[in-house]
């Protein structure tokens, strides 16, 4: 299997501090990968270095057959890189329709006097846009409430309304930040059954999630930071039994307990 994004060496320094500190990461393409750890591991800052939000020290990103190291993060939504983020970022007052239809913005190409005056490529590429945006809110349960202010949906549905207009962008690369987080157990599981579906039409994600139940049942492979550092790459099932992963988690003494409770 090929790898959709490749990082190498990369580096972010905040001043003296080393937030990211040589990570190589390999994400196949197709995958659902999932980046975990403590928290102040690194991981939201390496979301950012991916996304392009933060510029690297050092090290470089690729996308493909790409080198995405140095472009700003328009360029790379416009080469297939959308993102969710932590704290929920939807626009309250607009309807769940048009927060869907902010995510197209990188694939309309009308100018500007035409979009003014109605013109040439606008009035077609804003009925497709529609068309799109109404497609992506059937994929995540949303379609009911399309002209509902996205201030007045639930917590869980305005988390799967940012990954909607994220898919909106048609997305190659999925980087989902902490998506399960505050959302009930029900919803934890749709949310799951979802994640499945949008890789199933062929888009490759990249979780970072606290909630190890949800990264277990759904992770196809685990890479683990800590302290800015690579701690452990492999398949998940090999991830919670690590000596490493748990000290990182629950301190050396915990996991020499639970060591001691592990068949060799």
Do not use: W
């Not at 003296?16 to 980046?35: E, F, R, T």
């Not at 690297?56 to 996308?63: F, N, V």
């Not at 013109?119 to 068309?131: I, K, Q």
Request: charged share 20%; aromatic share 4%; with cysteine.
């Amino acid at each position: 299997m090929t790898n959709l994004l490749t990082l190498t060496g990369v580096v972010r320094r905040f001043a003296g501090l080393v937030a990211v500190d040589s990570v190589d990461l390999a994400v196949a393409d197709g995958s659902i990968h999932a980046l975990i750890g403590p928290n102040g591991a690194g991981k939201t800052t390496l979301f950012n270095l991916i996304s392009g939000v933060t510029a690297l020290s050092a090290g470089r990103i690729r996308l493909g057959d790409t080198d995405i190291s140095a472009l700003p993060a328009n360029r790379r939504a416009a080469l297939g890189i959308a993102r969710t983020f932590q704290n929920i970022r939807v626009f309250g007052a607009m309807t769940v329709l048009e927060n869907v239809l902010t995510g197209l913005h990188v694939r309309l190409h009308a100018s500007l006097p035409e979009i003014i005056f109605r013109l040439g490529r606008c009035r077609p590429e804003e009925r497709n846009a529609v068309e799109q945006a109404r497609a992506m809110l059937r994929l995540v349960g949303l379609n009911q409430q399309a002209n509902t202010r996205a201030a007045a949906l639930s917590y869980g549905d305005q988390r799967r309304l940012e990954i909607a207009r994220a898919l909106a962008a048609s997305p190659r690369l999925l980087l989902l930040d902490e998506p399960a987080a505050g959302m009930n157990p029900s919803e934890t599981q749709a949310l799951a059954a979802l994640v499945r579906r949008i890789r199933d039409r062929g888009t490759t994600i990249l979780l970072v999630e606290h909630d190890m139940g949800f990264v277990m049942t759904l992770a196809e492979h685990v890479t683990v930071l800590n302290f800015g550092q690579v701690i452990f790459d492999g398949p998940p099932q090999t991830a919670r039994a690590d000596r490493t992963v748990i000290e990182a988690y629950l301190g050396a003494k915990v996991a020499a307990r639970l060591a001691q409770t592990i068949p060799a």
